[in-house]
């Protein structure tokens, strides 16, 4: 299995965890980052060190189940995997791997026996209180197997109601032992492209009230659900959608996503309703055609938000007004993934959820956790008065149009879509990018570092700036993993140097970029864009130091 740089770092960072105690943590990685094959390489390598070990991988829909042991099978045609759904039809829980669903298996815990390792996929679905299929499940299987170790995978780590999934009373898990940022993997060309428009037609839901942390769902569709409204909103979206593949509207309800895919429809695209009243056999049949590009647009209430693999998805349309930042973050997510021919993806934001949560981007666990504490339910992000984009709360300017930004919003300014050419959803420069910057010279120093061995630090001059890049080629794992995917995209030989002398003694192995280009890529690490000679780029995204 050969996995990315992210997913083999995650799972060093689990065992690292596990190697001081730790039992039950969370993997953080955004729609579209492959949590299926880092769930199957850790199913297949907990059976390589301990053949005897038995692994179960629980989560709550049919399709991620069928999805996950696709996955583990095409890789490894001889897992001993199996399955144990009664919507797939299949119960075959004597298998050391086996992928079930939380509703098939939560009362079964004696068929299942045995289980070493428990993988919870889409563990922000884990309810905090323990009087649930999962609590019990969990419970029930731990008593079986005291020294069980547990691992949650999940792009948004955290509930509406109760805060993130690894903190409070009850908390199920321990720790988050690995976040992957979603800028630094658009920036490496993981994920796709962001885009968004703040729309001139907005949802208000003003007057709606709240229960259990978000809208009442029976005043909210009454709110969202006009006539006027729908239509003006599937103007726009049947405007800025020419030219893109496949849509994906989120509504407020049944009658909603029904009235949305009329107006679709009476727009002369194809366009079909799901929820989770659409029974099972009809549900599978319109997503094949839109997987298939026979249908244009789906629309959706509920059932999509997770678990929806559609990597050709290109514009997203949030009619769905909501104040939990997680089911913004994935109905976001159904655009992340890459698709051949497939440039960027446009979020149309009705609904005010950019404005209301922030850039996708910015919203990492702890950022979310500390926006709680504060009590910051005020709006994250704000329209440039110059352009209209969607921009980061804290921007001191635009980067559509260099405009400063009022010190505050004004909530009533109207803002123009038609004059919104660079609306973000992300807060770095992702879309745009800086300049590439020609590479004037490079040098190469062999640095000391307290209580650790030497690295290798490149200097790359040019523009009047030198960029340094720390090659840390001693440590095991990803930082060596790094450095040496460095060291052969600018055409070192393999074996790569053990330590910083040998490299410094090959540095004539490798070819100088001809330009670069560096950008903040998260809070904490920025990307640098390498093009050479021949005319091929990549991208190395790390840590600053």
């Known amino acids: 299995m050969q996995l990315r740089p992210y997913q083999r770092a995650s799972l060093e960072a689990l065992h690292a965890d596990w190697s001081r105690g730790g039992r039950n943590g969370l993997i953080v990685l955004p729609t579209g980052a492959g949590k299926s094959l880092v769930i199957a390489a850790l199913a297949r390598e907990t059976l390589a060190r301990d053949p005897a070990a038995r692994v179960a991988v629980v989560t709550h829909s049919r399709e991620l189940i069928a999805q996950n042991h696709a996955e583990l099978t095409a890789l490894w045609p001889r897992a001993p995997a199996g399955i144990a759904s009664a919507g797939l039809g299949r119960r ?33 679905l884990i309810p905090r209180d323990a009087e649930t299929r999962y609590g019990r499940f969990l419970e029930r299987i731990r008593a079986r197997t005291p020294g069980m170790r547990l691992v949650g995978l999940t792009a948004t780590p ?53 229960r259990g942390g978000d809208y009442v769902p029976g005043a909210l569709e009454a709110a969202v659900n006009r006539e006027a409204i729908t239509r003006a909103a599937v103007a726009e979206m049947v405007a800025y959608g020419t030219g893109r593949r496949a849509w994906l509207a989120f509504c407020a309800g049944v009658r909603h996503a029904a009235a ?28 094949r055609d839109f997987r298939a590009g026979r249908l244009r647009c789906l629309t959706s209430v509920g059932v ?14 949030l009619l769905r007004p909501t104040q939990s930042t997680g089911l913004y973050v994935q109905q976001v997510g159904r655009a992340l993934r890459r ?51 969607l921009i980061a709360l804290n921007a001191s300017a635009c980067e559509g149009c260099w405009v400063e930004p009022e010190a505050e919003p004004d909530e009533s300014a109207p803002h123009e879509a038609a004059a919104d050419p660079t609306s973000r959803i992300l807060s770095g420069r992702l879309a745009e990018g800086p300049r590439w910057c020609p590479v004037e010279a490079w040098r190469f120093v062999r640095e000391a570092r307290a209580g650790g061995p030497d690295l290798l630090a ?64 998260g809070r904490l690490s920025e990307s640098t864009d390498y093009r050479l000679a021949d005319g091929a780029t990549w991208t190395d995204t790390r840590r600053v130091a």
């Open 339 to 389: 698709a051949p021919g497939k440039a960027d993806a446009l979020v149309l934001d009705y609904a005010g959820l950019v404005r209301r949560h922030g850039p996708v981007d910015a919203l990492s666990a702890n950022a979310v956790a500390r926006a709680r504490r504060l009590g910051e339910g005020g709006p994250r992000a704000k329209p440039c008065p110059g352009c209209g984009a």
């Open 158 to 210: 955290y509930r509406l109601d109760s805060g993130r999934l690894d903190e409070g009373t009850g908390r199920v898990f321990e720790r988050i032992v690995y976040e992957a940022q979603v800028g630094d993997l658009i920036r490496e060309g993981y994920l796709a492209l962001l885009v968004s428009k703040a729309t001139a037609t907005t949802l208000d839901v003003s007057g709606v009230p709240l």
């Open 92 to 124: 075959e829980e004597a298998a050391a791997i086996l992928f079930c669903g939380i509703q098939s298996v939560w009362n079964r815990v004696e068929p299942i026996g045995r289980r070493d390792l428990v993988v919870v996929d889409e563990a922000h």
């Open 260 to 287: 949305v895919r009329d107006a679709v429809r009476v727009e002369g695209i194809s366009c079909e309703a799901v929820s989770g009243e659409t029974p099972k056999r009809e549900r599978d049949r319109i997503v």
């Open 458 to 521: 490149v200097v790359i001059e040019g523009g009047g700036a030198a960029h340094r890049v720390r090659l840390d080629l001693e440590q095991a794992g990803y930082p060596r993993e790094k450095a040496v995917l460095w060291w052969r995209r600018l055409g070192g030989a393999l074996p790569a140097p053990m330590d910083a002398a040998e490299a410094l003694a090959r540095r004539d192995e490798l070819a100088r970029p001809e330009a670069i280009r560096v950008a903040p890529s």
């Open 304 to 317: 999509l938000a997770t678990g929806f693999n559609v990597p050709e998805v290109d514009l997203v349309a």
